[in-house]
């Protein structure tokens, strides 16, 4: 018997083989979520109704477009998470919605995340699988997905590269770079071309400063990872895809395949500088590097020190850029509150002889309150998750194992309820007498994070984004360019759409 001139032994494999794959395709897209659906709502969780196997994720991208229709500039979180904003209103603060076949816990109630965080030692607490998954060209196993014992590990090895020793011999450099940032910047004003675009010059500054205290390196090989990072980051972050529903990835075959591609080549620079560090241990005035120190450690493997240098590639720079430019809009917006903090700038440098050290940017502490309150209203790390790694029990709710998890930390940031009802405005002075700036409650400001899981990495952010605005006040003033247009949007970080031109002054 043969059908289209195929053997019958042939036709019987294929026809089993379809039918195969229809049976695994039910039970992966349809069966499994919903009997975990089924069970979400038997621990009492209710949220939008999921279509599987998309989930929530066609409602997720017909809400992308919907503006705020707040009057105050700040008021983002519809703009941002329009989804999120929507559904609050039905199911509260908490509730489930699903990313194809993946369930989300939402929470944007600080009490709650209180509770489900001290029911949880931190390395019981997980990355979504989802996104480890879909992140891995951009993170591979660094510190910020690797789980359970490997997590405590690296957290063990790297955490002391980070000590007030260590950063005290990475403010150098970030002062010379950012002094060959000005240069350029006093050369551009010098020919008439007073409107600058912080954002992208931040951002490559930041860039290079990460390169530097990475790596000991300024060359064409740290531009070719912090390129390739900014395009992998585009094309995972800025395209419509199919996170969660299970066989997704092949939906867009030539994003996935660049994705690839892309990791594979940031590997591949990483590997080289990493075998070329160790063929030659301590290369003239790179012996405080980052690298340098995780070598002397000497207990990572080497796949380990190229995702951990991709992961401090990108968090080190990225977070720390947006932190500073977001700052410096919110400065060129009140101007009272930028002459007074550089008026304190003057009056500090001028106490420590003009030399900015440790002891220097600890006094400046109307920075440190501007800062706190740029990290609030656009807090570069918008979003934080975790995965359950065993039942939950917690107000007489159970949160399943496996049971992934969503902090909204851009709501509860803006939240009436938490700060009151200048939620939405600038006010450094929130920050004067209370290190969580006034908030009802201490889980309600996550900057960074919280628990054990807290950026590792954040010392060192403090002291660049001090040194950077140190010296970018003392030289110039800051006004909003008639160009400007206001719209952050989510690309794994809190970023502005159009970036940030600024009109720039020399003093």
Known sequence: MEF??????????????????ILILTYAW??????????????????????????????????????SSSASTHDIHSQVFPYFSFWQKSYGKVFVYWLGTEPFLYIAEPELLKRISTEVMAKRWGKPSVFRNDRDPMFGSGLVMVEGNDWVRHRHIVAPAFNPINLKAMASVMSESTNEMISRWSSQIKIGKHEINVESEVITLAGEIIARTIFGLKD????????????????????????GVPFGKYFKV???????????????????IIEARKASPKPKGSQNDLLCLLLQENKLTTRELVDECKTFFFGGHETTALSLTWTLLLLAMHQDCQNQLRHEIQQRLAQHNHVIDLAMLSSLTKMKWVMNEALRLYPPSPNVQRQARDDI???????????????????????????????????????????????????????????????????????????????LLSKFSFNISPTYRHSPTIMLSLRPTHGVPLIVQPL
């Open 4 to 21: 289209l001139g195929l053997p019958a032994t042939l036709v019987a494999l294929l026809a089993s083989f379809c039918f195969l794959l």
């Open 30 to 67: 349809w069966v499994s979520p919903f009997l975990t659906h089924n069970k979400l709502k038997r621990c009492g969780f209710v949220g939008p109704n999921p279509s599987f196997p998309l989930g929530n994720i066609k409602e997720m991208k017909n809400n992308k477009n919907i503006k």
């Open 220 to 243: 064409e090989s740290a531009r070719g990872i912090f390129n390739r990072l900014s395009a992998l980051q585009m094309t995972l972050f800025n395209t419509n895809r199919y996170v």
């Open 254 to 272: 030539k994003k996935t395949l660049k994705a690839k591609k892309l990791g594979e080549e940031i590997d591949q620079l990483l590997l080289s």
């Open 393 to 471: 029990q917690i107000d007489g709710l159970t949160v399943p194992k496996g049971t992934n998890m969503w902090i909204d930390v851009v709501a509860m940031h803006h939240d009436p309820e938490l700060w009151g009802h200048d939620a939405n405005e600038f006010k450094p002075e929130r920050f004067m007498e209370d290190v969580n700036g006034g908030c009802k409650h201490k889980m309600g400001y996550l900057p960074f994070g919280f628990g054990g899981r807290m950026c590792v990495g954040r010392n060192l952010a403090f002291m660049e984004y001090k040194i950077v605005l140190t010296l």
